[in-house]
């Protein structure tokens, strides 16, 4: 298991000579103080691998590099979309406390993650509640949320901006969100950047019910499920690679329904997060709330809800078997790369930054998508 500390990859320094200087910690593992990892369980069923209590950043396996659950409960807006709220006594520009339950993380004026760069890499964003208003320096734009989908390939790189924009003027502005990232494969380290647009009217969605009719409602984000087949992947994706095995669904199972996942490929790391509800059985063997579980891949999976409604998140894939060496915001395959990454980033910027302010929001404009060709899409 590995974890990227999103408040590290975020910073970068890029004042001359820096570069190489950065790059001492090149190991994607925290340290031993930080880690977290997979805690054997060798008294459970071996469909049961192992199991990890969750925290705000969540464990992953290969191909998969970092995962985080962004749940915060922010107040009414103002006229710049930022809380209604005063901001004294935050850390403002390193604001992670959830102080009365909502963070500014990186932004001053709107929550958020002003520019930053990343190569390597690609991010599969999914936003259960509230917008992001991404920016990039392509020149691309889009404003998102409530059950869209942006999957970024970083590639040879790309700066962005993901802020969360506070809409309502009247009333609370929840946001809650995933941010995952995939590993690419060394052969598409470096491939164009871009970014697909999955809006949550397209996202198929795979149904069953149980013997007493209790349902499972699944979003297939990737890979496929039953007669759920999930959008293209971004084509230099390691999920675009039929041999990957790559799945990333949400489910959601009504109180006291029962389900069987299907078996994945032999050799697939397969983990499911089990984050809200009380109770969540994966073939017989009782899951804690608020849990990581690895799971055997070759075996069918009976998962049995409690009393109360659970929702949970998965994430599937063959592993890339390659090195990683991650700095900040840069994920490659030797510390040579790194150093190669922030040199590149420092000379070009991966293209400049076309907006007037590191932070930008769209206004009050609804969902849509603007990409570097210059091509709008919105919702259906």
């Known amino acids: 298991m590995s974890n990227v500390n999103r408040r590290d990859a975020l910073k970068v320094i890029v004042a001359a000579g820096a570069g190489v200087a950065a790059c001492a910690r090149t190991s994607l593992q925290a340290p031993e103080s930080e880690k977290k990892?997979?805690?054997?369980?060798?008294?459970?069923?071996?469909?049961?691998?192992?199991?990890?209590?969750?925290?705000?950043?969540?464990?992953?396996?290969?191909p998969f590099l970092f995962c985080v659950h962004h749940d915060d409960h922010y107040p009414a807006g103002n006229d710049r979309l930022g809380p209604d709220a005063p901001l004294t006594g935050r850390n403002l520009g390193q604001d992670f406390e959830?102080?009365?339950?909502?963070?500014?993380?990186?932004?001053?004026?709107?929550?958020?993650?002003?520019?930053?760069?990343?190569?390597?890499?690609?991010?599969?964003?999914?936003?259960?509640?509230?917008?992001?208003?991404?920016?990039?320096?392509?020149g691309a734009a889009a404003r998102y949320g409530g059950g869209d989908v942006q999957w970024l390939t970083a590639g040879g790189g790309v700066q962005h901006a993901e802020m969360f924009p506070l809409l309502n003027r009247s009333g609370p502005n929840p946001l809650e969100l995933f941010q995952i990232w995939l590993n690419l494969p060394r052969a598409n380290k470096l491939v164009p950047a871009h970014f697909s647009m999955f809006w949550n009217e397209s996202i198929p969605r795979y149904r069953a019910s149980d013997p007493d009719g209790r349902l499972t409602e699944i979003m297939v984000i990737a890979g496929n499920l039953g007669d759920a087949k999930a959008l293209p992947p971004p084509p230099k994706s390691w999920a675009a690679q039929a041999h990957a095995d790559v799945a990333i669904w949400t489910g959601r199972m009504a109180p006291g329904a029962r389900w069987t996942m299907?078996?994945?490929?032999?050799?697939?790391?397969?983990?499911?997060?089990?984050?809200?509800?009380?109770?969540?059985?994966?073939?017989?063997?009782?899951?804690?709330?608020?849990?990581?579980?690895?799971?055997?891949?070759?075996?069918?999976?009976?998962?049995?809800?409690?009393?109360?409604?659970?929702?949970?998140?998965?994430?599937?894939?063959?592993?890339?078997?390659?090195?990683?060496?991650?700095?900040?915001?840069?994920?490659?395959?030797?510390?040579?790369?790194?150093?190669?990454?922030?040199?590149?980033?420092?000379?070009?910027?991966?293209?400049?930054?076309?907006?007037?302010?590191?932070?930008?929001?769209?206004?009050?404009?609804?969902?849509?998508?603007?990409?570097?060709?210059?091509?709008?899409?919105?919702?259906?």
């Open 262 to 380: 299907p078996a994945a490929t032999p050799g697939s790391h397969r983990v499911l997060y089990f984050f809200k509800g009380t109770a969540l059985a994966a073939n017989g063997t009782a899951l804690p709330p608020s849990t990581a579980a690895q799971l055997r891949p070759d075996h069918d999976m009976l998962l049995e809800n409690g009393p109360d409604e659970t929702e949970w998140l998965l994430l599937q894939g063959r592993p890339i078997r390659e090195p990683v060496v991650q700095h900040g915001p840069f994920v490659m395959n030797s510390r040579e790369e790194i150093v190669q990454a922030f040199h590149d980033y420092q000379r070009t910027r991966f293209g400049g930054w076309p907006w007037e302010s590191d932070d930008p929001v769209h206004g009050r404009e609804g969902r849509f998508a603007r990409h570097a060709d210059g091509h709008v899409e919105r919702p259906a």
């Open 98 to 138: 959830p102080k009365d339950g909502w963070r500014m993380y990186h932004g001053s004026v709107v929550p958020g993650f002003p520019s930053h760069p990343h190569r390597g890499f690609e991010t599969v964003t999914i936003v259960r509640k509230g917008l992001i208003d991404h920016s990039d320096s392509l």
């Open 37 to 62: 990892t997979m805690t054997a369980a060798p008294e459970m069923p071996r469909a049961v691998i192992g199991t990890q209590p969750l925290g705000f950043m969540w464990p992953t396996l290969d």
